[in-house]
């Protein structure tokens, strides 16, 4: 059977990134570094569990850092549901690019950087308090870890709590984009995007969408 036959079960996959740290603020860059949401990305978490409480959910799943882990508890609060880690879906791990702003990236390790820019998939990132992966390697991990939780969960509604750059992968992964192509499209934090999965075949239905973020701010504003 293949990823087409039409008897195979579909599964719904929403994709939520994170909510807001003080680091994405400032552009910082957190890798695998566990940092908490800010006070903005608590208010985007509780946004999110608002816009998702009418949907029908079967699972809610998170990376193990805890800025993943806040915004999937919001969500699993209004469905009383537990959320199950999944420690694949971590944000690739930068190395020692870990805990620089991007300037100071490009000052410390302007080799790296310029190959990183380049988006160069299998360039070797300096080491640091964690070990680096290359771009090829993370995408493996983090499309392997959404199909693999998907086939778990046949004909099942379940929410995956990640990052920016598991989002990407997605993202490429549906749409059968290289792994060397510039990065055309933008990931809000906290924002909701819904593919399925049917077989091996990820899908794209929608992207980035943050409507409930604007209403957040309506709300402060009134």
């Given at each position: 059977m293949t990823s087409t036959t039409p008897d195979l079960p579909v599964t719904t996959v929403l994709l939520v990134r994170h909510g807001e740290t003080a680091w994405n603020a400032e552009r910082r860059l957190q890798?695998?570094?566990d940092i908490a949401l800010n006070g903005e990305g608590e208010r985007q978490a509780?946004?999110?569990?608002?816009?998702?409480?009418?949907?029908?959910?079967?699972?809610?799943?998170?990376?193990?850092?805890?800025?993943?882990?806040?915004?999937?508890?919001?969500?699993?609060?209004?469905?009383?549901?537990?959320?199950?880690?999944?420690?694949?879906l971590r944000e690739?791990?930068?190395?020692?690019?870990?805990?620089?702003?991007y300037a100071e990236i490009e000052q410390r390790y302007p080799r790296e950087f310029a190959k990183w820019q380049a988006r160069e998939v299998d360039a070797v990132l300096?080491?640091?308090?964690?070990?680096?992966?290359?771009?090829?390697?993370?995408?493996?991990?983090?499309?392997?870890?959404?199909?693999?939780r998907a086939a778990r969960c046949p004909g099942q509604v379940i929410v995956l709590v990640a990052h920016g750059g598991v989002l990407e992968c997605a993202y490429?992964?549906?749409?059968?984009l290289s792994l060397d192509t510039p990065?055309?499209?933008?990931?809000?934090?906290?924002?909701?995007?819904r593919?399925?999965?049917q077989g091996d075949k990820l899908t794209l239905i929608s992207w980035g969408e943050t409507g409930h973020l604007q209403q957040v701010a309506m709300d402060e504003l009134n």
């Amino acid at each position: 059977m293949t990823s087409t036959t039409p008897d195979l079960p579909v599964t719904t996959v929403l994709l939520v990134r994170h909510g807001e740290t003080a680091w994405n603020a400032e552009r910082r860059l957190q890798g695998h570094l566990d940092i908490a949401l800010n006070g903005e990305g608590e208010r985007q978490a509780a946004a999110v569990a608002r816009a998702l409480a009418g949907t029908p959910i079967d699972t809610i799943v998170s990376s193990d850092l805890q800025r993943a882990s806040q915004t999937a508890h919001a969500i699993a609060g209004l469905h009383q549901l537990p959320v199950q880690i999944e420690r694949d879906l971590r944000e690739r791990c930068y190395g020692g690019f870990e805990g620089l702003l991007y300037a100071e990236i490009e000052q410390r390790y302007p080799r790296e950087f310029a190959k990183w820019q380049a988006r160069e998939v299998d360039a070797v990132l300096p080491p640091g308090e964690n070990r680096g992966e290359s771009f090829r390697a993370f995408y493996a991990r983090s499309t392997t870890a959404i199909m693999a939780r998907a086939a778990r969960c046949p004909g099942q509604v379940i929410v995956l709590v990640a990052h920016g750059g598991v989002l990407e992968c997605a993202y490429r992964h549906a749409l059968g984009l290289s792994l060397d192509t510039p990065r055309t499209f933008s990931i809000p934090n906290a924002s909701i995007n819904r593919f399925t999965v049917q077989g091996d075949k990820l899908t794209l239905i929608s992207w980035g969408e943050t409507g409930h973020l604007q209403q957040v701010a309506m709300d402060e504003l009134n």
